[in-house]
């Protein structure tokens, strides 16, 4: 099983719509990235997430940290065809810091005009 | 500022065959790390180097290798291609790396396709 689990796999969504993608870790999570790749191409950075009950935002994209429960959720609002592409998480899980990245599969979104 | 910068953007080789991938990274940024990305298994940890020195290896067999400079650009080696190392292979440079909690950028990948 995956050590970083995504859900959904995918999300097809209508224009203006808003969605939650999650993130959960079988690990402590010691740090948490989003990223956002369109195929074949690199990733893109959104944000990063350390503490329990962080929360950031940029544009209509906001990400939240539950320690507890060892996970993240990206959330965007009022979604848009620039949102559309694979949104991967990452972490540093363990039993400490490990200095590298586990990725979750990714969850791919399609927004439909 | 300029991104991560990958060269070749594509590549095609034979079985048997080696290979040298190269990565510059942001300026001012010390640490770089390489990334495997396949459908099979998403994407997966290779090696970090920080300050010409490896400082993280991931679980891939020593046909894999790499290399900083002083200018922190790296490349990394794969020999004796495998057709299972067909994949993209991701650069990310970073400030202090994820020890030092600061985020990768990742460069735009090279494409490794072994026939």
């Known amino acids: 099983s995956q050590e970083l689990e995504q859900s959904p796999q995918s999300l097809i969504v209508q224009e203006g719509k808003n969605l939650t993608i999650n993130c959960t870790s079988s690990?402590?999570?010691?740090?948490l990235y989003w990223y956002k790749q369109k195929y074949g191409e690199g990733l893109i950075f959104l944000m990063m997430?350390?503490?329990?009950?962080e929360e950031k935002s940029h544009e209509k994209i906001t990400a939240k940290l539950d320690e507890k429960k060892q996970q993240s959720s990206l959330h965007i609002t009022a979604s848009q065809p620039s949102h559309a592409g694979i949104y991967l998480c990452?972490?540093?899980?363990?039993?400490?810091?490990?200095?590298?990245?586990?990725f979750g599969q990714g969850t791919t979104l399609q927004v439909k005009p | 500022k300029a991104g991560v910068t990958q060269t070749p953007r594509y590549l095609i080789k034979t079985r048997g065959q080696q290979v040298t991938l190269s990565c510059s990274p942001i300026?001012?940024?010390?640490?770089v790390s390489w990334y495997q990305q396949t459908p099979g298994q998403g994407l997966q940890f290779l090696f970090e180097?920080?300050?010409?020195?490896?400082?993280n290896k991931g679980n891939f067999p020593g046909r894999f290798s790499g290399r900083q400079f002083s200018n922190s650009r790296s490349e990394m080696n794969v020999s004796t291609l495998e057709l299972g190392d067909s994949a993209l292979y991701l650069c990310?440079?970073?400030?202090?790396?994820?020890?030092?909690?600061?985020?990768?950028?990742f460069g735009n990948g090279t494409r490794l396709t072994v026939t």
């Open positions: 997430l350390q503490k329990g009950g």
């Open positions: 990310a440079s970073s400030l202090e790396g994820v020890w030092g909690n600061s985020p990768l950028h």
């Open positions: 180097y920080f300050s010409e020195t490896q400082r």
């Open positions: 300026s001012g940024h010390r640490s």
């Open positions: 990452g972490a540093d899980i363990g039993s400490g810091n490990t200095g590298k990245l586990i």
């Open positions: 690990k402590t999570l010691y740090g």
